[in-house]
């Protein structure tokens, strides 16, 4: 979901308005809202740990890197940035 999408599930849920309405971008108090949204996640990045090189008894299946990685799709899934090391 793009963040302009989480904007209007949200608009439209903080002002009880059924989940079809459409918002009408060209009001500038919506235009305003929206960039206030943006700007707000914008400076939120999530810094996951580094992956890891496996050890020799480790499994091959490298789940420590698998579930970085996960984790790292889903956070950016949500609109928000992911920064490893």
Do not use: H
């Amino acid at each position: 979901m793009s963040s302009r999408e989480e904007f209007v599930a949200w608009y439209l849920r903080r002002f009880d308005l059924p989940e079809d309405a459409e918002l009408n971008f060209g009001n500038e108090s919506i235009k305003f809202a929206l960039e206030v949204w943006e700007a707000s996640r914008a400076g939120q990045v999530v810094e996951l740990p580094q992956l890891s090189k496996p050890t020799p008894w480790e499994s091959t299946d490298n789940a420590w890197n698998n579930a970085v990685k996960a984790c790292a799709k889903a956070i950016q899934a949500a609109g928000i940035p992911v920064k490893q090391s």
